[in-house]
């Protein structure tokens, strides 16, 4: 027997019979001569076939021949057809984060080919709602957000945006299926991160995050080496324990939390303090005197503003006489003295015994407490500050007398509640600059701009990751000495010039005054600000932590500050930012791509502003010096890991750097 005119008949499954022609194989593997079966298999050639005239048209035809032992025989056909087959698309879904810059898959990898390969795959349109998706002839794509879309922006945590692109699977001949790719956008609220000064490993999500390494802030640094006399008097009426700020202590409270952060300041003053708390509410009371204050005595101080009670009512007139009397008493040869003055309440008492009249000011008592400030005054700085539910700054202002300028005389009428309506009462007098204040942070700003200098509070190394998005990540702290603002719920300004140092508390107050009518900010509008105002926000502080900053994906924004930083721009087109005639710090950029992101000065305009400028090419090093506002020269270096060599300094200042000062 003979198929294709091969003989089958010793054909077994271990030596079959095998015969390939243009459009198959046939394997015969049994021939059994008892029966005349003949056992085969048929494997198409996987080639396109013409089946213009029908689906059956196209066959795969075997001369069969039988011939028994007499010599007759007797030929027939073994015809297999060949169906016509055509690939079947299946829709295929794919998700994305909202910071995320693109994601890829292959649309072949779920649907069915066919027998007539190789296929093809083509889109009806390239550009979505939200995204351009790019598809090559195998079926390999590429979906690219435009992550500026501002419906793409405005989505928040589980929120999610959908769009759909049409795509046709079409094989040799000509057989094609189309199906759907849907692409989901899983939204990511765009978040502010502010660390402590403390090392900390900061994190972002998935939006386009603002991270501050370290809070910042200053703390109470008196003249460096002078020696001083500090009297403390604290009001410790019946009120100081019963309004409370918005976070929800009472100014009691407040009171106490900053007073114990002033102690330990002056615990750690470089020269000799002696110090005097005093309480006052009916009448005044001693409550502590140190000569020498230190960190070995200023336990004593701390345990005495832990302890205090409030009760009664408010006795200027006492308190500036016994203030006035301990600084007679202690050494004025080469010391200098300053009075903190904290109260909420008007002069309701006066006198040793506090002699009182219903509790309400009268002219006497107003007379006798300005009569006593002018005692103080005279040998004292004295700094007022208010509390906003209580005292305003239209009173307070007469027991303040400093001043950035010189001190001015006033007389007015003023109206003070009473039994019978009100009492007016006649002010007259120098008036200075009191604080008035409405939570911690406030009071503890109104007392660190009673010193004559002011410490910034030190930072840490720290590690910040952006994830995904366009993130913006600083090193150290913000820079906000530049904002202005009134608190309209006591109608205290605060300017450029005292509240140096507050950095990321001074924008939220900011924001809550300017913006919300007394509310706090929300971590949206300091993420808001920060985006649009990151480069009048850059920290030209000297030092900083050596910190580690990874933008991961996205369009990020990087600014080590001072110390030695490592910078990783990840995904996407970064910017690292430095400030040359303010910082100072050996920098390394791990991943620089040449052509896609940029070394950024922000605070120089033209290469000629780039003082000592060196390029290193065998290790990729660009050095420089500044000169800061205070003449001090910075030494600086940044590494570009990954730049190619045979660069020269031209190159790099021409292609790479950008300055925007």
Known sequence: MTVGGKDVTSATTSTPVVITTAKGTLTITEYNASTGVVSYTYKEANKAQDHSQGDLSVRDSFIVTVRDKAGNMVMDSLDVVITDTAPVAANDTKAINEGDISVSGNLLANDTIGADAPVTVSIAKSAGNYGVLTVDASGNYKYDLNSANPAVKALKDGETLKETFSYTVTDADGDSSTAQLTITINGA??????????????????????????????????????????????????????????????????AKKSLLKLANDLAGHDGKINVAFMTFNKVSNMQLSIKDLNGSNVDQLINKINSLAFTDATNYDDAFRDATTWLNSVSSNGYKNVTYFLTDGEPTTYGTTGWINGAYVTQTSMDAALSSFKGLSAISDVHAIGFSKGVGNNTLKYFDNTSDSDLVYNQEWQNYFAPSGYNTVKLSGYTGESAIVSNPDELDAALQHGTTQIHLDSVSNDVISGGAGDDILFGDTINTDHLSWVNTSTGVAYTSDNHDGQSINALKEYIKWTDNSGADATSDQINSYVRSNWQDLL????????????????????????????????????????????????????????G?????????????????????????????TGVGSDGQTYNNS??????ASGQTLNIILDNHVEFIG
Do not use: C
């Open 189 to 254: 609220s765009d978040k502010s991160v502010i660390g402590t000064n403390k090392p900390d490993v900061i994190t972002g999500g998935n939006g386009d995050d603002v991270l501050v390494g370290d809070t910042g802030g200053s703390e109470i640094i008196i003249t460096p080496g002078a020696n001083y006399n500090v009297m403390i008097l604290l009001d410790n009426s019946n009120s100081m324990n019963f309004f409370k700020a918005a976070n929800g202590l009472t100014y009691g409270e407040m």
């Open 539 to 594: 920290d030209g502080r000297s030092d900083g932590g050596d910190d580690t900053l990874n933008g991961g994906s996205g369009n990020d924004i990087l600014f080590g500050g001072a110390g030695n930083d490592t910078l990783t721009g990840g995904e996407g087109a970064d910017q690292f930012v430095f400030l040359a005639n303010s910082n100072s710090g050996q920098d390394i950029i791990t991943d620089f791509e040449a």
């Open 596 to 624: 896609v992101d940029k070394v950024v000065f922000a605070d120089l305009v033209s290469p000629a502003q780039l003082k000592g400028a060196v390029w290193n090419d065998a290790t990729h090093t660009l050095s420089f």
């Open 638 to 643: 940044i590494t570009f890991k990954g730049m």
